[in-house]
């Protein structure tokens, strides 16, 4: 790919006025007949910083309502509908999980239905199956 010319004197003090004057790279890029890159280039080498990129809309829920939700689901056990409704969220339970999924100490752990069986229910478990096997078609 052919390159272009380097950038003159002139272009570039014309690019850190319009820096300065907060006009975007590529609409210096169209004022001078260059190509955006070439304008970012010299915008990063001068240290003049970048733009903000467009980010998108504003959340719609503050950091400090993120903490406090974060925290009831560490220590009360909290689950993310009920963090919503508590809350009063603007926000689906499908955000509410994913703000809870991006911090680190938080695990999801699913709830059992019933608690494991002790070893001693076991064993009767296992002597009461044959058991009831050999019922002749009666249910036990």
Known sequence: ???????????MGMIRALIEDKVTPTEIARHLHRSPKAVRKYQRAMGFGRWPSNQGPTSKISQKVVRTMTRKADTDLYNDRELQNNYGLDVGVRRVQQMLHDVAHL??????????LAPKHKRARMEWAPESLHTDGKLW
Do not use: D, F, Q
């Not at 790919?1 to 272009?11: D, H, K, Q």
């Not at 695990?107 to 494991?116: E, G, Q």
């Open 1 to 11: 790919m052919v390159r272009g010319s380097r950038l003159s004197e002139t272009e």
């Open 107 to 116: 695990a999801y752990k699913k709830i059992l239905v019933a608690p494991p």
